[in-house]
Each structure stands twice: as C-alpha cells, then as structure tokens.
C-alpha cells in the first residue's frame, strides 16, 4: 500500500504558560550554583543580602528573599532571628522543613525608627551543611523621601523562561535640593536595569524613566531591588518563572485509499519508535505535547487502509530538537 509522501511538510514549535505553583516551587531551588557553593552551603538566600536604600521615619519597606535548599537532603529551619530590631521578618511557622531543592519566600521587613544608616543581619539556624545562614540588610532612616519611584514597587507577574518582561519605572528627585544619581543596579536572579548614562543630576522634581526587565533563569518566585544610587531608592521587585512547555505541530501529504494514519515517535534515529496517537488520524495533521524542552525527537507516520493494514513507517524520520 501507499506510504504517505511526506510525515512533515512544516513545523513548529509554540510555547505554551505551564502554571503549576507546586513545579514552580520546586524548580525555584534547582538554580545553578557552583560546585564548591552546592558542597559549603546547603542553605542560602536569593538576594545574598538586602538593601532598603532611604525609608522616611516609621515607614516600613519590604522586600523579598528566597529561602532554598540547595542540597540532596531535606533541612528543617528551627529559628530566624534578627539582629537589630529595625529589621524584621514575617512569621514563618518554625520549625519549617524544606525538601531537597524547595524553596519558600520570605519578606524582611525595615521600619527606621532613627535617622542615619543602619545595618543587621538575618540569621537562620538549621540542620544543613551550613548551620548557621547569615542576610546581610542594610538601610537608611531619614526625615523626608530623597528620591520617589513610580511605581513604588513593581510585580511582574509570571514570565516564561527563556523570554522576558520590561517594565518603565519613573524615578524623581523629592528634595528641595540637587541630586546626582551615581549608579543603577539590581538585585535578584532574572532582574537588570537598563537607564540614561549616569552620573545624573537631577534638579528638585526632575524625573527620569529607567527600564527594568525581568528575564527568569529557571521556575520560581524570584524577589529583588532596584537601587538608585545618589537617591536613596531600593525599589522592590518580584516575579515569577513558569516553565515553558513545547509541542510540536506535524503536518503530511495525503495517502490513497486509507482510512487514518498513526504517528510514531523515538528520541533516536535508529531507536524503539512508539505510536503516540491514542486513535486513528484521519486527518493529514498531528499535535505532539508531550515533548521536553532540551532533546531531540524523531518522527514517522504510518497509513492504514479500509482492512486494517498497516503500512510500513515513512522513511527517513523527522528530525525536531525542541529549545
């Protein structure tokens, strides 16, 4: 009987939003790390440590860490403890487990009570490699607001790996004053700041709009800051990864005298091919959603006529590496 001429007369690959949290959550503490980090610190925080920048007198700031379990064992979190009490963190329920590469959020607090600089640390006691985990914070007190952003903080919501969000953010000079902005940076797996070339001075109200775009390296809630340096701004930022998930379009020629076809699929040229359709085609086009970002799948399709036979499988197979 007749082969189909062509398994594959095009392609392509969609990317389609996976919004499992559980996952997220997950591959959140699947980050890479160095080879000496994952041995000597089991535990650790993402940012390593945080900067608040200037907060007005009895306002408080939030911003976000990760908490991750790096290791192949799970640990048990049995204290959190600040070192100086301007800083804070929101209550955890203690003791608190987290299985081998999970991750949970939590959120330090700064409610400046004096002007002036001020630092602490965080300190998380566990059972892991590294017992004692330490978070640097930092931030400053002050009578009246050095520089405003808008938004004042900013969510990106979800963004699929391997793409990315960008979002303008309007930064002012509050003061009656001259600023000069020195420098721009981030903190935050994913997180960077694109802006005018700095130093930049601003006069009192003047304004200037940055770009801060989000580009998450792996599943997961990511937090962070955006500093403005000469303002005295840390402006929060948080977003969430979601893995992206592949399929593949397949589209043929069609056969005479046959009543469907079936799609077999192999992750080598020369392997074990399996039919992936659960009933007959009877069209000239198939949808493969059950591929894997990274590897590289072979396909091939037979015809079946009125009796039932089946023809022998097209040849050669299609290749399809998925990104």
Not at 57 to 83: F, M, P, R, Y
Not at 138 to 153: F, Q, R, V
Not at 214 to 229: E, R, V, W
Request: glycine share 10%; with cysteine; aromatic share 8%.
């Amino acid at each position: 009987m007749r082969l189909p001429q062509s398994i594959l007369q095009y392609f392509s690959v969609r990317t389609v939003n996976f919004l499992t949290m559980s996952v997220a959550i997950t591959l959140l503490g699947m980050l890479p790390v160095s080879a000496s980090a994952t041995a000597t610190r089991q535990l650790a925080c993402t940012p390593a440590s945080l900067d608040f920048g200037a907060v007005v007198i009895g306002q408080t700031q939030t911003l976000l860490v990760g908490l991750t379990n790096q290791g192949q064992t799970s640990v048990t979190v049995s204290a959190i403890t600040a070192g100086n009490a301007e800083f804070t963190t929101s209550n955890l329920t203690l003791p608190l487990v987290l299985l081998a590469g999970q991750s949970v959020d939590l959120s330090v607090n700064f409610t400046p009570t004096i002007t002036g600089w001020m630092y602490g640390t965080i300190s998380f006691s566990s059972n892991a490699s590294n017992s004692t985990l330490a978070l640097a914070v930092s931030g400053a007190g002050t009578h009246s607001e050095w520089g405003t952003s808008s938004p004042s903080s900013l969510s990106f919501g979800q963004v699929a790996t391997g793409t990315s969000s960008t979002v303008p953010v309007v930064l002012t000079n509050s003061r009656s004053s001259n600023l000069t902005m020195s420098r721009l940076g981030t903190s935050g797996s994913g997180f960077s700041v694109n802006g005018p070339t700095l130093p930049l001075t601003l006069g009192p109200g003047q304004s200037v709009t940055v770009s801060v775009n989000f580009a998450p390296q792996a599943a997961g809630t990511d937090g962070g800051s955006l500093f403005a340096y000469g303002l005295g701004l840390a402006v929060p930022l948080s977003g969430t990864g979601i893995a992206a998930q592949y399929s593949v379009n397949l589209f043929w020629n069609s056969a005479s005298d046959v009543v469907g076809y079936n799609v077999y699929r192999s992750t080598a040229s020369n392997g074990t091919f399996s039919k992936i359709n659960s009933t007959l085609d009877s069209g000239t086009a198939y949808t493969d959603s059950g591929v894997v970002s990274g590897q590289t799948y072979y396909y091939a399709a037979t015809s079946v006529n009125q009796s039932g036979q089946e023809s022998t499988r097209s040849t050669p197979p299609v290749q399809v590496a998925i990104p």
